[in-house]
């Protein structure tokens, strides 16, 4: 398995980015998804998930603005982040598990960067 995360970018506080995580290897619609972050001298902290099913969980940080949807036709999985915020900054990874349990993330993605400016 592997997975590959985009976009990333430079943004004003109050704008918007569409983060993509193309999903190779097989299997996608049996995997949990999550996203992560990992902010400079900050521990790695899960953002978003959702289950095979569709359910979806956020961290309260994020409530309200970032959406985590999939598309397993796409084998792909979006993180839509809203209203960001400079503390929002941070390398954005993917991540997958395969036991469905979203409790045991065993593939990585290589991150992406979101630098929000205040």
């Known amino acids: 398995v592997q997975l590959q995360a985009s976009g990333g970018g430079l943004v004003q506080a109050g704008g918007s980015l569409r983060l993509s995580c193309a999903f190779s290897?097989?299997?996608?619609?049996?995997?949990?998804m999550g996203w992560f972050r990992q902010a400079p001298g900050r521990e790695r902290e899960l953002v978003a998930s959702?289950?095979?099913?569709?359910?979806?969980y956020y961290v309260d940080s994020v409530k309200g603005r970032f959406t985590i949807s999939r598309d397993n036709v796409k084998n792909t999985v979006y993180l839509q982040t809203n209203s960001l915020k400079p503390e929002d900054t941070a390398v954005y990874y993917c991540?997958?598990?395969?036991?469905?349990?979203?409790?045991?993330?065993?593939?990585w993605g290589q991150g992406t960067l979101v630098t929000v400016s205040s």
């Open positions: 991540a997958g598990d395969p036991s469905g349990s979203l409790t045991s993330f065993v593939s």
């Open positions: 959702i289950s095979r099913r569709g359910t979806t």
């Open positions: 290897g097989g299997g996608f619609s049996l995997y949990g």
